[in-house]
């Protein structure tokens, strides 16, 4: 349902808007848990609403995502199919510019 997409697409920009502040800190537990959500979040969209929900985003949210996406990499996991569909559609849209941003940039997730 086309409500059911937005109150998550809702809730993945939150997270991605909280992401800077948790990233400038220094506590790695705090990011471990943001990224948990970030994932949660993630794993609600089907692998049909994902391209409708990178279309949407903006660079900088883009961006962040894109880093979470490379953590939940780190770990293998039943998420990880669905984290590569993520990737390929973000390196699409943002190309790789943001790929190279997210992987040289300092600040971590």
Not at 4 to 19: C, F, H, N, V, Y
């Amino acid at each position: 349902s086309h409500c059911a997409a937005s109150g998550t697409m809702g809730d993945l920009l939150r997270l991605l808007d909280e992401a800077p502040a948790v990233m400038n800190g220094k506590d790695a537990d705090a990011k471990s848990a943001h990224a948990q959500k970030v994932f949660a979040a993630l794993e609600r969209f089907s692998d049909k609403q994902i391209a409708d929900a990178v279309d949407s985003l903006e660079p900088d949210p883009g961006d962040i995502l894109l880093k979470y996406v490379y953590r939940g990499l780190e770990v293998p996991s039943e998420n990880t199919a669905s984290l590569f569909k993520w990737h390929a559609k973000l390196s699409e849209k943002f190309g790789v510019g943001a790929v190279v941003r997210v992987l040289t940039d300092r600040k971590t997730v």
